[in-house]
């Protein structure tokens, strides 16, 4: 079973920037599509971006120019760097993948204040 681990969060002023990783272990990684999912207090997870094994990727409107999925297949890794980053994108960030098959990780929180 896949492990998800994932790191980077913390507090950023508007307009800032953070990279988010996310470990995996325990599995087949390379094979899956995977993806950094979100949640706000109060709101929903929503999913804003993903990539697939080979690479392509797609992202949630709210985020698109601003964030970019990656991923290091040897690593068992993948990133998102955010840039531009806006109050409204506060929320614990989690990994997991396209659709839905790990177990959730712990998540990593992300606050940009204004």
């Not at 706000?40 to 690479?55: D, N, S, Y």
């Not at 120019?65 to 994108?89: A, H, W």
Request: charged share 15%; with cysteine.
């Amino acid at each position: 079973q896949v492990q998800l681990v994932e790191s980077g969060g913390g507090l950023v002023q508007s307009g800032g920037s953070l990279r988010l990783s996310c470990a995996a272990s325990g599995g087949l990684f390379s094979i899956y599509a995977m993806g950094w999912y979100r949640q706000a207090p109060g709101k929903q997870r929503e999913l804003v971006a993903t990539i697939t094994g080979g690479g392509s990727t797609n992202y949630a409107d709210s985020v698109k120019g601003r964030f970019t999925i990656s991923r290091d297949n040897s690593k068992n890794t993948v990133y998102m760097q955010m840039n531009s980053l806006k109050p409204e994108d506060t929320a614990v960030y989690c990994c997991n993948a396209v659709p839905l098959r790990f177990r959730w990780g712990q998540g990593t929180q992300v606050t940009v204040s204004s």
